[in-house]
T-cell receptor, first 112, second 112 residues
């Protein structure tokens, strides 16, 4: 059975800390792994990873995929209160596009 | 302009009623989806339509019926609402053969 497991489920840090969010997956016909950020309502896209070992970066956020060990990490450096959100990891499993299986998310709270 | 818009944002109704949620995207995407997010924030795909044709129909009770009058619209009709249907329902869209989804802001359905 396809599954995506995220850890930790929740995390509380202080502004300026660096955090690492984990995502492991077992996805048949794996195509890609995606990270989304969900604040109040709609999840918004952060990264899509298809190749092992190639880091994707956007400002203070970065992510990398390990297709051999079947996991991905999302790093956030110098956290800010605006980073508080639920971070969702999703694996794209075979067949048509958009066959995403989501993890349960990591709830990140950044305290001032 | 809102890229993926869904209405209503909130829906409170009694058990046994029939209700509809509407979704429209102005991104020119070919594929649209309905996702359900339960109280534990677990996001799960329900349906996927590609250019008005159903391509994914996960294990969803047949009380749920999607309808796509054109590729910019995907509505969700729910018959005989049950307590367990209470959740946030997200509409999303993506270009053809792409995994990056754009989500609407969600419809919070509460069945009393």
């Amino acid at each position: 059975e396809d599954k995506v497991v995220q850890s930790p489920l929740s995390l509380v840090v202080h502004e300026g800390d660096t955090v690492t969010l984990n995502c492991s997956y077992e996805v048949t016909n794996f195509r890609s792994l995606l990270w989304y950020k969900q604040e109040k309502k709609a999840p918004t896209f952060l990264f899509m990873l298809t190749s092992s070992g190639i880091e994707k970066k956007s400002g203070r956020l970065s992510s990398i995929l390990d297709k051999k060990e079947l996991f991905s990490i999302l790093n956030i450096t110098a956290t800010q209160t605006g980073d508080s959100a639920i971070y969702l990891c999703a694996g794209n499993y075979g067949g048509s596009q958009g066959n995403l299986i989501f993890g349960k998310g990591t709830k990140l709270s950044v305290k001032p | 302009d809102t890229a993926v818009s869904q209405t209503p944002k909130y829906l409170v109704t009694q058990m046994g009623n029939d209700k509809s949620i509407k979704c429209e995207q102005n991104l020119g995407h070919d594929t649209m989806y309905w996702y359900k997010q339960d109280s534990k924030k677990f996001l799960k795909i329900m349906f996927s339509y590609n250019n008005k044709e159903l391509i994914i129909n996960e294990t969803v009770p047949n009380r749920f019926s999607p309808k796509s009058p054109d590729k910019a619209h995907l509505n969700l009709h729910i018959n005989s609402l049950e307590l367990g249907d209470s959740a946030v329902y997200f509409c999303a869209s993506s270009p053809l053969a792409a995994e990056k989804l754009f989500f609407g802001s969600g419809t919070q359905l509460s069945v009393l």
